[in-house]
């Protein structure tokens, strides 16, 4: 494993750790300013706590940051997984600052996650994307822009006019809405190289594709959420997001992006071990959103 690989290895765990100790803080001061109002009756603004804005910039800025590093050095293939993976700084969070007790199942699913996340960082992903390689592939990255509108515009369909699947559909919904975000961090990388270069119609087009991505993933994944907590459980829910923005980035990153897996054995189990156990602890994020 080279010094490039380990770096963006590391910039997605870093990336992880920001977005969900920054929900877990976030989390924890919320409930700490809203006892504090009802015993005071006096009420201010969130912004005007110092700590509250701390966990905001951590999950939004920081994480961000650290993510868009990841994509540079590692391709979204294997950043994603990683970064997906460090859930468990979620529940070190919630168990260190909001004192939440771990049951058996939830051991159990740290393990699957820290294992996953050993295999998939062992499974030999090559191939960083690149301007050039994003040009080579402008085919490719719009069939599977097409096909991930189809399936967004059908998940949307059926959580509108039917009931009973409507948990599944808009888990299906918000992964494909998370997809956008996760790509926005791929792209990123490529706005930054198209600049460097003097290369202005390109920047232009990543700028815009980060914008489109950003906010459509981030509009489109509140949405998701609201509609899904207020009309059922979080394990019929979650789950299926999980399993969604999991795969179609890595989708992006093998047929797309042409990033090559030279360990198969390796980085595959590792993804569902990493999906297994985020599923498992699929609650406790739910407590933590």
Same mark, same amino acid.
């Given at each position: 494993?080279?010094?490039?690989?380990?770096?963006?290895?590391? =910039? @997605?765990?870093?990336?992880?750790?920001?977005?969900?100790?920054?929900?877990?803080?976030?989390?924890?001061?919320?409930?700490?300013?809203? +006892?504090?109002?009802?015993?005071?009756?006096?009420?201010?603004?969130?912004?005007?706590?110092? %700590?509250?804005?701390?966990?905001?910039?951590?999950?939004?800025?920081?994480?961000?940051?650290?993510?868009?590093?990841?994509? #540079?050095?590692?391709?979204?293939?294997?950043?994603?997984?990683?970064?997906?993976?460090? $859930?468990?700084?979620?529940?070190?969070?919630?168990?260190?600052?909001? !004192? /939440? +007790?771990?049951? *058996?199942?939830?051991?159990?699913?740290?393990?699957?996650? %820290? #294992?996953?996340?050993?295999?998939?960082?062992? &499974?030999?992903?090559? &191939?960083?994307?690149?301007?050039?390689?994003?040009? /080579?592939?402008?085919?490719?990255?719009?069939?599977?822009?097409?096909?991930?509108?189809?399936?967004?515009?059908?998940?949307?369909?059926?959580? *509108? !006019?039917?009931?009973?699947?409507?948990?599944?559909?808009? &888990?299906?919904?918000?992964?494909?809405?998370?997809?956008?975000?996760?790509?926005?961090?791929?792209?990123?990388?490529?706005?930054?190289? =198209?600049?460097?270069? +003097? /290369?202005?119609?390109? #920047?232009?087009?990543?700028?815009?594709?980060?914008?489109?991505?950003?906010?459509?993933?981030?509009?489109?994944?509140?949405?998701?959420?609201?509609?899904?907590?207020?009309?059922?459980?979080?394990?019929?829910?979650?789950? $299926?997001?999980? @399993?969604?923005?999991?795969?179609?980035?890595?989708?992006?990153?093998?047929?797309?992006?042409?990033?090559?897996?030279?360990?198969?054995?390796?980085?595959?189990? &590792?993804?569902?071990?990493?999906?297994?156990?985020?599923?498992?602890?699929?609650?406790?994020?739910?407590?933590?959103?």
């Amino acid at each position: 494993m080279d010094l490039q690989t380990l770096i963006g290895i590391f =910039a @997605a765990l870093a990336a992880a750790f920001f977005a969900q100790f920054g929900l877990v803080i976030q989390k924890k001061r919320v409930n700490t300013l809203e +006892k504090r109002f009802a015993e005071t009756g006096i009420k201010k603004a969130y912004a005007a706590d110092p %700590v509250w804005l701390l966990a905001i910039f951590m999950n939004v800025v920081l994480a961000v940051i650290c993510n868009s590093v990841a994509n #540079a050095k590692i391709g979204i293939a294997l950043s994603v997984p990683i970064f997906n993976g460090g $859930i468990v700084f979620l529940v070190i969070g919630l168990v260190l600052i909001c !004192k /939440e +007790k771990l049951t *058996k199942l939830n051991y159990f699913a740290v393990f699957l996650l %820290v #294992a996953g996340l050993i295999l998939a960082g062992c &499974g030999d992903v090559t &191939g960083t994307p690149t301007v050039s390689v994003f040009k /080579e592939n402008l085919i490719p990255f719009a069939l599977f822009m097409g096909a991930l509108f189809v399936l967004a515009l059908a998940a949307f369909l059926i959580q *509108k !006019k039917f009931s009973k699947p409507m948990m599944i559909a808009l &888990g299906v919904l918000a992964g494909c809405f998370m997809t956008l975000n996760l790509l926005m961090g791929q792209i990123i990388p490529l706005a930054v190289e =198209a600049a460097a270069a +003097k /290369e202005w119609l390109w #920047a232009a087009v990543f700028v815009a594709l980060i914008v489109f991505f950003g906010g459509a993933g981030t509009l489109g994944n509140i949405f998701c959420n609201q509609k899904a907590f207020k009309n059922g459980n979080a394990i019929n829910y979650l789950p $299926i997001v999980i @399993a969604i923005q999991n795969i179609l980035p890595v989708i992006v990153g093998v047929f797309v992006l042409r990033q090559e897996i030279g360990r198969v054995f390796c980085f595959y189990p &590792g993804l569902l071990l990493i999906i297994a156990g985020a599923v498992l602890l699929s609650d406790m994020q739910a407590d933590a959103a």
